[in-house]
Structures are given as C-alpha cells and as structure tokens.
C-alpha cells in the first residue's frame, strides 16, 4: 500500500483502525441492523401509497428483496474489515531532486522523520484490517496518481533555489567577526587604492583590469571578494591581516613581525588578503560557503554550466549582500585615503551601505512574507491530504448506515478518496508548470543567482511573476476539485434517479394496468 508523505504512512494506519473501532462498535450494538429495518418501512409506504392494495405487498416483496441484497453485498465488500496488511506494507518513496540519485523507500520502521518517535504516533497500529472494496478504491487511485504523475516531464526545483539564495546569510558570530575583519584590513583599503589609482584608466594594469571587469562586470570591485582585487598586484596579494587569523598558521616568511625564535610568537599568522580569502581549506569564502553547503548543492545541480569557483564567488556574494554586518574602523583607514572620516571614500561607502540596508530591508519586506507563505502553503498541502483522507477513511461506517448501504454513497466515498489522492498530481502539475516559467525568467546558468545579487527592486518584475504563479499551487486543485465534483455528483445523482424511477415507474405501469383493468370491468358491468 503506497502513500505520498511519511505522515501519511501513520495516518492511513490509524484511519483504519479507528475504521475498524467505529465499524465494530456498530455491528456489536446491532445499529448496524436498522438500515434493513428502514429498507423494508421505506417500500411498504411508498407502494402502498402508489399502487392498489392487490399489489402492494408483491412489488414491495419484489423492491425490499432486491435493495437488501444490494445491501448485504455492500456490507459484505466494503463494510466489513476482513483484509488483513502489516504496518510495513505502507510503504512510501519519496522523489528524487535528481535523476543520479537512488530512490529509498520507507515504511514505519526505517524512517527519515520524526514521525512515530517521541510520543508522536508511536503506538500505531502493527496490523489493521480493511475491506475489500476500499483496498481496490485505494490501490487504484494511488496507481492513477502515480502513473499520470511519472508522464510529467522531468525538471529542476528552481522555486527552492531562488528561496534558499533569500535566506542565505551568515549566521556563525565568529565568521561574522571575520568578515568585518577583513572588510576592515582588506576590502576597505583594496577599495580606497582602487578609486584613487582608477587602474581600469590608467597603469601597467589597464588591460588586465578591463579584461575583468568586463568578465565579472562594472560590479565586481564592490564586494569583498573582487576578482580585480585577487588577481591585480598591488592590492590583495599585498595587503595583509592586522591581527593572527585562525587557521593560517606562522610563517617565518610571512610574519617577520615576530622572530622565529621567540617562544611567545602566536601559533597562528596574519595571512596575505588574497591567500585569506581564497585558500581552500581555511579562506574566508569556503568558511561562507561550507556553512550553507546545502545550498551550494542545489547550486551544483541548478547551475552547472558555472565553475566551482563562480558559483562560490556569487554565493558568498549573494550571503554578505543578504547579512547586516559591522564596520570598525580604525584610523589609518582614514589615513590610507588621505581623507577624514566625514568625506572620505570609507564615510562615503558607509552611508551607501545604510542607505542600501534600509532599502533591502523595506523592498523584501513583502517578499520575504510571501516566501514564507509559499512555503507554508508547499509543506501543509500533504499534511492536509493526509488528515483529509484519514477522516473520509474514518466516517465511512456511518456514511453506509445513514445512507441504508446504498450504492451511491458507496460511489461518492470512492470518488471522494480518489479526488484526494489525485490532488499530489495536481500540485504536481502547478509544480511543473512553475518551474518551467521560472526557467524562461533566468534561461542563462547564473541568471537566478546573479538576479538575486543585483538589487531587491530591480527583482521586482521576477517577483512579482512569482507571487502570481504560487496560487497555481491553489488554482490547479480547486479547478479539479469543482470540475470532478461537478461530474461525479451529476453521476451519482442520475443513478440515483434512474434507480428511483426503475422502481417507480414498474410499480406505476403496474398500477396503471391495474386501474385500466377495474375501468374495463366497471363498464362492463355498466353494459350489462
């Protein structure tokens, strides 16, 4: 028995044993009997009030015994719980965010969720009985959903990209502090030369310079990690750390400010600026970027047109845009730029950064709500299927009594469980739908996340499109759901009918019969 959602593994199991509760409660106190009591009433009234007296009781022997046996077999296949399964048959498989991966399924014993730990569904069942008929209405509904849901054509998640790149930031104190320290020893400096020496105009670098940035863009000099900073002499591979940074141990080449022979020299060195933000195991971006290693696999898959090295470059851009970091200055900051704090280049960038902080601040607002809406939306549909199918599960005893076993409660139960169901293919399908829209937004490999380091308002288009195409998710079930319902209920309520009226209209043309024959023997008796 395959479900679509881990909670779902317990809700299918508990459904049916509280099933089998109810179901056995009525059967013990014989309530389960008075639908066939109500079956028999029901004909006696109704043909006796239609036809002659004569024959009444043949067309309610006849109506009562074929109802009753209509009923006996519903209570037979789809009332009585006599189709055993384990609790390891509810199995469930969740997708693959790539065609490389292996699909694992799971079953209530080996899960990859909290589901059935720590008091919650703890105690399901280990076996439950089902009826025969809701066993068939569920396999078949599962195996429909299943099969329509493997033709959609396969496609990256691109949704939870662009949400994870507007959650990404650092959050450790102790990089945090790292960066405003390099920020402060590196980037300032390397920012403040660069707009005195204008190197893209003048210099032995002009070529090299203009080569880059028309590489990485007219941007790249504004933020820590500048390519033309790491790559130009004179910048990074010349400036260093001012105080020992963690990770680059001392080096008598390097950190001639201690003798090597002192035995208070520090364990750890001032490391050149290119060198502590590159290096690979230590440097400032890696420590960025293994701190949201999830995403930067959803960026491997997402992106993979980019090298390792830009996908990390834009990533660590993405994350210091996104963190609000502090600045400490100190005062050959200052001095470096022959400016005064008041109007120098470092004064000049920091009121920039809190002109732009409250800007990012006041257009995300309303983004960041939606996002969290989305997702609220994306991870309760499931949990609301699950609850949703369990109840129908539950109330199925007292749909079949109140309805005296008829076959079109039974139908509208069946159609009721698999409009549900089919409900996984439906977000499916906006899923798909979503993506692909997406995909036409940033066709280029870096366009989502280079979208997201330009500005927040000039993202407004983009988001906007996006926010309209997360109600999708809502349009697409509730479409279904009106459609089918519409059909299923006209459905039921012709057979309905057409049963009604098969009955009726037996016992009127018998009642006419017999009306025309007591007319016939009224006038001849008259001849006579």
């Known amino acids: 028995m395959y479900v679509d959602s881990y909670l779902e593994m317990f809700t299918t199991l508990f459904g049916w044993l509280f099933y089998n509760n109810l179901w056995y409660v009525l059967k013990d106190t014989g309530l389960l009997l008075l639908p066939f009591i109500g079956i028999v009433l029901d004909h006696l009234i109704n043909y006796k009030n239609g036809v002659e007296a004569g024959d009444a009781e043949d067309l309610a022997t006849k109506g009562v015994m074929s109802e009753l046996i209509i009923a006996t077999f519903i209570i037979m296949f789809c009332g009585v719980p006599y189709m055993n399964f384990q609790a390891t048959e509810v199995v469930f498989t969740p997708p693959a965010m790539d065609d490389s991966f292996l699909l694992s399924s799971y079953h209530v014993n080996s899960l990859e969720s909290t589901f059935g730990t720590s008091g919650s569904f703890e105690n399901h069942p280990i076996e439950v009985n089902v009826p025969v008929f809701w066993w068939g209405v569920h396999n078949i509904s599962v195996g429909v959903t299943h099969s329509v849901m493997a033709g959609v054509p396969p496609t990256l998640d691109l949704r939870?990209?662009?949400?994870?790149?507007?959650?990404?930031?650092?959050?450790?104190?102790?990089?945090?502090?790292?960066?405003?320290?390099?920020?402060?020893?590196?980037?300032?400096?390397?920012?403040?030369?660069?707009?005195?020496?204008?190197?893209?105009?003048?210099?032995?670098?002009?070529a090299s310079v203009g080569a880059i940035l028309l590489l990485q863009g007219e941007e790249d000099p504004y933020w820590m990690g500048s390519n033309v900073f790491i790559n130009?002499?004179?910048?990074?591979?010349?400036?260093?750390?001012?105080?020992?940074?963690?990770?680059?141990?001392?080096?008598?080449?390097?950190?001639?400010?201690w003798d090597v022979a002192d035995p208070n020299k520090p364990v750890n060195g001032r490391p050149f600026c290119d060198n502590w933000w590159s290096n690979t195991p230590d440097g400032l971006r890696k420590k960025i970027i293994d701190?949201?290693?999830?995403?930067e696999t959803l960026s491997a898959t997402i992106e993979s047109a980019l090298s390792m090295a830009d996908r990390q470059d834009l990533l660590a851009q993405v994350a210091l845009n996104q963190t609000v970091g502090s600045y400490a200055p100190r005062g050959y900051d200052f001095a470096y730029s022959n400016t005064s704090p008041n109007d120098g280049v470092v004064s000049k960038y920091a009121k920039m950064g809190a002109k732009k902080l409250i800007a990012v601040t006041a257009v995300t607002k309303e983004r960041i709500a939606h996002e969290i809406d989305v997702t609220i939306l994306l991870n309760a549909a499931p949990i609301l299927q699950a609850f949703l199918l369990m109840l129908v599960v539950i109330f199925i005893p007292f749909v079949l009594f109140l309805s005296k076993y008829s076959i079109s409660a039974v139908l509208a139960v069946a159609w009721a469980l698999f409009s549900f169901r089919f409900l996984t293919a439906c977000w499916m399908y906006a899923w798909w739908l979503d993506q692909n829209i997406i995909a036409a937004l940033y066709p280029s490999s870096g366009d989502i996340t280079t979208g997201a380091l330009v500005s927040p308002s000039a993202m407004n288009s983009s988001q906007d499109l996006l926010y309209l195409l997360s109600y999708l998710y809502i349009v697409i079930p509730l479409m279904f759901t009106i459609v089918t319902g519409w059909a299923g209920y006209n459905v039921i309520r012709?057979?309905?009918?057409?049963?009604?009226?098969?009955?009726?209209?037996?016992a009127g043309g018998k009642g006419a019969n017999g009306a025309m024959n007591a007319a016939k023997q009224a006038i001849a008796k008259k001849g006579k």
């Open 160 to 206: 939870k990209y662009i949400e994870s790149l507007n959650r990404l930031t650092v959050k450790d104190p102790e990089i945090r502090k790292e960066v405003g320290a390099f920020r402060r020893d590196c980037y300032t400096k390397a920012l403040s030369k660069y707009n005195d020496d204008k190197p893209f105009e003048t210099g032995p670098y002009v």
């Open 232 to 257: 130009t002499p004179g910048y990074y591979d010349s400036l260093r750390a001012e105080t020992s940074v963690d990770g680059f141990l001392f080096s008598a080449l390097r950190d001639k400010e």
């Open 291 to 295: 701190e949201n290693d999830w995403i």
């Open 494 to 506: 012709g057979l309905g009918a057409s049963t009604m009226m098969g009955g009726l209209s037996s």
